[in-house]
């Protein structure tokens, strides 16, 4: 009789686990390799836990020389708070790149709402320095996938500012930038934020003071204010 208990109580506490492990949804991260436009693109991600919500998803882009694991634990916590989804590709410092970028980070969300519950109207994009650089590409290539697009650190070059042509929808852009940045003068970024407000781009625009160009030393202030522009900017409907 004591066995048979003893068994009973032990088959009892397993089934629990398991409920436990399947209806408690946990949190989980790591990286993954999808197929995108011919190559293998490898990313890091990070999924909040949280049942039976569809989350936002915040695509971070990192600077020349940095990875993307940086980028995600400087968003993690705050994810964590807010139940976001972050995706992080390893970008290469490979001008090729460029040409393809656009389609390669919807190819990555894509690839990632196979096992996360991504809501399609808030899919945003967060990109420092070269990140900010290739952002812009996103906000113009593909402006009726991502809703919503923040720069740090970076500016639309004068050769190139006929891409705020090629946009099919005006996505809203928020551009931050340090007054002792070391390689880019507010002068020129304010002509960035002049260009997309004359081409009819909604733009918020903020010079940090005492701030230089490392994103990471006040990265939870950018953060949050990042996050206050994303959630006032998702997709409209007719545009899904």
Known sequence: MSFRMTRNHQIGRLIFLLWLAFAVPLAFAGSKTARCEGIKQRYVFYVPEAAGQMHPVVLLLHGAGDIPENMIDAWKKFAKQ???VLLAPELPRDPKFEDSAPQIFRC???DAR?????????????GNSMGGYLAYDAAMFESQYFAAVAVHAMRI???YASIVNRAVRKTPISIYI???????????VRKTRDLL????FPV???ELRG?????????????QDVWKFFLENPMPNEAK
């Open 211 to 223: 701030h230089d160009h490392n994103y990471y030393a006040i990265a939870d202030h950018i953060n």
């Open 114 to 126: 196979q096992s996360a519950a991504i809501d399609p109207g808030r899919i945003f994009i967060f």
């Open 157 to 159: 070059a004068d050769d």
């Open 108 to 110: 990555v969300v894509e």
């Open 197 to 200: 407000r004359n081409a009819g």
């Open 82 to 84: 807010n139940a976001i």
């Open 178 to 188: 340090g007054d002792h940045d070391q390689f880019f003068r507010e002068p020129d």
């Open 204 to 206: 918020r625009y903020v």
